[in-house]
């Protein structure tokens, strides 16, 4: 399952089909919004002024940029070896629960940095914790990892719910709005009048940047490609599949408890725990890897246009009649769109040869 | 609770998911795998909400969720069979796509009031004791999910044309041999499970959980009813049990919400997905490698009474689940 990619191939032509894809994706977009008796350009034009349209709204597009990143550079891993991490929401819920643990435990012991750090460690290890599980399920008990993983989304899920109205409610009411915000030396630093951390950003790029690396250079990426192109092939060859499986869950998942942990400290975040905080992130960050064919170059500037698109059609709801899910409906369209205009061209390129 | 009531409003909650369970069973056992369900439910509960609101008819809400229940069906069929691209990757877009499209279009429709299918208990039959009061009590919708398990078990196990479908999901080179036109009867048990897929999510909004609204509260049932495909071995009937069985328990977790009111009820809703992971463990276990070497190590009778266990809950998919037959 999922050995195959998705995405158009380079070249001329691909370049001419991938242009045909978008428009295509656009005008379907468009029609939904005609229906809803909404002005295609008026929703548009919000959406790109509502995520590009000053500066403070560039800067929170790009802080939620980062968590998409971390995302992204998990599932190349998973996805490289095969393997479908719908998990991965949960993975982010996990890290961003530990991360909190560690910060409510630590604050008033430990200078900030550290907190911070540890925090960061604790994400890493929530979000493995919660992957290996998932991997766990497909290996010792043949649990599909599509259910295994959405399960364990729901019970992360519960979990929050669970802490943020029990033992980590906040001093009077527990309410479902979350624990106790951190106070300011616990948010991650920002740019003076930009509010960007640069740690965020630099955490973001260097990660998708070492993933890039280990799948192209690495003993272990060229591994999980091999598990991934034909397992039974890679028995054959004597790599370990199971142990390199479960690797590529824990890797996926350290990742997005990563996210997690950003999502709890950084700058566009509510700097507290709360039910939903992985907010789709993950699950965008599938669409972004899927649209990018498992490009680990090409998911940056399309994580960054998506998470565009989901920031901007927020204003559809703000200033308009309309549902903030558009922003999935044209990432959906987009999709789609690609993967049949790939589809016939691989079957016309079929046709021609014959 | 009076056991009678009990089993009564079993059956009257478990339509939508006889409906997408048995449609999704004869899709794979076709051989192709529609992961759209979460998707696809939540899209055809609001078109069936807004036309029957529309138009004032039960049955016309019904007719149009159907359809496009075939329609999601049919670009994964197109996608997949035709363009030959990958159909899980093609399945997870849609379930996306499809819940953000119901958002969006259902959105000035929530929470209005709509039509809904009308109790008529069967004249005569719902007067029997017992009987009468579990089975003939409901609206036509319930006798006719209760129906279609045993057509679909009849049509798959009893008729030529069902022989041909497990055929085309377990070998679908010795089919085409045969004769049988795989890729046209793939698309068609698709789109008929598509659109009984679309009867579920109506069932749930003309019926079960009347009305629409954002989020509307089954999110997360599509994945159960694809979990309950695994568990029910591709089979109608032990499909079929599942479902009440599930249903059973999210009654009982309803009422034990009364009984134990110290515990926060958001958690729930998330009950059935824990259970669906060890319900799936159970099923699946017996598959993997070191089970056999764990149970080869035991006692000779409690390994008998362990293998045979484990044989009767395992089950597994068609052969070529998945894949895509190409003519050599």
């Known amino acids: 399952m999922g050995n195959e990619t998705m995405g158009l191939e380079p070249g001329a032509k691909g370049f001419l089909l991938r242009i045909t894809a978008i428009l295509v994706a656009i005008g379907l977009s468009a029609i939904i919004l005609l229906i809803m008796g909404a002005s295609p350009l008026d929703a548009f034009g919000l959406i790109l002024s509502g995520s590009l349209g000053s500066s403070s709204k560039l800067a929170y597009v790009m802080t939620a940029w980062v968590p998409v990143l971390l995302c992204s550079a998990g599932l190349l891993v998973t996805f490289s070896a095969g393997l479908w991490n719908i998990g991965i ?138 598990i991934g192109k034909n397992p039974r092939t890679a028995f054959l060859m004597g790599i370990p599949i199971g142990r390199q499986m479960l690797l590529a869950f824990g890797l996926c998942g350290a990742l997005a408890g990563l996210a997690g942990w950003v999502l709890v400290v950084g700058t566009s975040a509510r700097h507290n725990l709360f039910p939903l905080i992985s907010s789709g992130y993950g699950f965008l960050a599938i669409l972004v890897v899927l649209l990018a064919n498992l490009s680990a170059l090409w998911s940056v500037p399309i994580a960054f246009f998506f998470t565009a698109i989901s920031m901007g059609s927020l204003q559809l709801s703000l200033q308009r009649q309309l549902d903030s899910s558009m922003g999935g409906v044209i990432q959906g369209m987009l999709l789609l769109s690609v993967l049949i205009t790939k589809g016939l061209q691989s079957r016309f390129l079929q046709w021609g040869q014959r | 609770m009076d056991i009678v009531i009990l089993m009564n409003s079993i059956l009257a909650a478990s339509p939508p998911l006889l409906f997408a369970v048995l449609g999704e069973t004869i899709t794979e056992k076709a051989g192709v795998i529609n992961l759209s369900l979460d998707g696809s439910l939540l899209l055809t509960a609001m078109i069936g909400f807004v036309v029957s609101l529309k138009t004032g008819s039960v049955v016309a809400g019904f007719m149009a969720a159907m359809i496009v229940g075939s329609l999601i069906a049919a670009i994964i069929a197109f996608v997949s069979l035709t363009l030959q691209q990958p159909q899980v990757a093609t399945g997870f877009v849609l379930t996306l796509l499809c819940r953000d499209l119901a958002y969006v279009l259902g959105n000035p429709y929530a929470h209005i009031p709509g039509p809904q299918v009308p109790h008529t208990p069967l004249p005569g039959l719902a007067h029997l004791p017992v009987v009468g009061s579990i089975l003939f009590d409901h609206n036509p919708v319930v006798y006719l999910s209760l129906l279609i398990i045993l057509l679909l078990w009849a049509f798959m196990f009893r008729t030529q044309s069902g022989l041909k479908l497990q055929g085309l999901g377990e070998r679908p080179a010795a089919a085409y041999l045969r004769g049988v036109n795989v890729t046209k009867m793939r698309y068609f048990y698709t789109l008929a499970g598509g659109a009984l897929v679309g009867l579920g999510g109506a069932s749930f909004s003309l019926m079960v959980k009347p009305g629409w609204a954002r989020p509307y509260g089954i999110e997360g049932t599509g994945w159960i009813a694809l979990a309950i495909v695994i568990f029910g071995g591709w089979k109608p009937f032990r499909a079929a049990l599942g479902i009440f069985f599930f249903v059973a328990l999210q009654t009982a977790v309803n009422i034990l919400q009364s009984a134990a009111p110290n515990v926060p009820t958001q958690l729930f809703p998330t009950l059935p997905f824990p259970l669906m992971i060890l319900t799936l463990l159970l099923v699946t276990i017996g598959n993997a490698e070191w089970v056999g070497r764990a149970l080869g190590r035991l006692p000779e009778k409690f390994q008998r009474f362990l293998v045979r266990t484990l044989k009767a809950l395992q089950t597994s998919p068609p052969s070529a689940l998945g894949t895509i037959f190409k003519k050599e």
């Open chain 1, 89 to 226: 929401e949960g993975q982010v819920v996990m890290g961003a629960v530990f991360a909190t643990g560690v910060m409510q435990g630590l604050q008033e012991s430990l200078p900030p940095a550290a907190v911070l750090t540890l925090a960061a460690c604790a994400g890493l290890l929530g979000g493995a914790f919660w992957g290996m599980l998932a991997g766990g399920l497909r290996l010792y008990g043949d649990v599909n990892e599509i259910f295994g993983g959405l399960g364990l989304n729901f019970i992360a899920g519960s979990l929050t719910v669970y802490l943020v109205l029990g033992p980590w409610k906040r001093p009077g009411i527990g309410s479902t709005s979350g624990t106790q915000p951190f106070p300011p030396s616990l948010w991650l630093p920002a740019f003076e009048g930009f509010q960007v951390s640069p740690i965020e950003l630099l955490l973001g790029i260097s990660v998708i940047v070492l993933v890039f690396i280990a799948l192209k250079g690495t003993h272990l990426g060229l591994q999980l490609k091999a």
